[in-house]
């Protein structure tokens, strides 16, 4: 997972190693994604999410993976819910620098099987931040992403950039004790590193996000930590190394009540039950 190496390599071995911090440009026109809304954790990275549905009056949200919770990993088939939190993270504008910390106060939805999210709810409202930063929260899509659609994947820890296109969908994919579904490809562009984990994978022609950054096979082993590996329908499994993934969010919007609360109980809902 794409927490592992981010403590040990220095952003200035990144700057020397690719001689700019910007992914690869993308091959057409498309919408400018930037750092704004993005947060940087300790050792991972993470956004300034919203519901389609949200108002400006609800608490605002952090989106980041299930294994960059403070916690440590999840196990396999452990699902938080309404867990208290102190999390803090330094919020970014569209150049990278800081605007000041958040914080906070719950973890709505936490979990490493299936997909692999931590939902937090901040302290403040959409509204506070908008009025004290000028931040707009990025919205998280309500449909499933499309197979060859532009994308971005900002990461607040290395403020970097990377653009890319989406390579197709792995319905299974798994990594050592965890297996996660209906999984986002990237294609080559993306070679994600350690420290991106928890970037949210934002479509260029919408702006929306479609997916949160989560992992890439390093060494080529197969479905080992940090290495993981396409499960097809008959069990045979295939590993590509430096081939990275991300999983998919809209399973989000199939499970929020008319008052924007997580009910896993709701017909439709994709997240994994406890």
């Known amino acids: 997972m794409r927490v592992r190496r981010a403590l040990a390599i220095g952003a200035a071995a990144v700057a020397a190693a690719t001689g700019v911090l910007i992914g690869p440009a993308p091959a057409q026109a498309v919408t400018a994604v930037s750092l ?34 403070e916690g440590g990993f999840l196990s396999a088939g452990q ?36 997909t692999d999210v931590t939902l937090y709810r901040l302290t403040s409202t959409f509204a506070t931040l908008q009025s004290q930063y000028g931040v707009t929260a990025l919205t998280i899509s309500g449909s499933h992403p499309v197979d060859g659609s532009d994308i971005a994947i900002p990461s607040s820890y290395w403020k970097r950039i990377w653009n890319c296109k989406i390579n197709g969908f792995v319905g299974t994919l798994r990594e050592d004790e965890w297996t996660w579904h209906d999984s986002v490809r990237y294609d080559t562009a993306c070679d994600t590193i350690g420290g991106t984990s928890g970037s949210p994978i934002v479509d260029t022609a919408s702006g929306l996000i479609v997916g949160i950054n989560n992992t890439g096979n390093e060494d080529g082993e197969m ?19 430096g081939q990275s993934y991300g999983e ?14 997580i009910d896993l109980t709701i017909s439709g809902c994709l997240l994994t039950k406890p």
């Open 36 to 69: 704004a809304s993005t947060i940087a954790l300790s050792n991972c990275s993470a956004s300034l999410v919203r519901y389609p549905t949200s108002v400006a009056t609800d608490r605002a949200m952090m989106l980041t993976n299930g294994h960059c919770y």
């Open 79 to 114: 699902v938080l819910q309404n867990r208290t939190s102190t999390r803090t993270g330094t919020l970014l504008n569209s150049s990278g620098t800081a605007l000041g910390r958040v914080r906070a106060d719950r973890v709505l939805y936490a979990t490493m099987t299936g």
């Open 223 to 241: 479905c080992t930590l940090d290495n993981p590996c396409e499960v097809a329908a008959d069990g045979t499994t295939t590993a590509f190394e």
């Open 248 to 261: 998919e969010t809209y399973w989000f919007t199939t499970c929020v009540t008319a008052a924007r609360v």
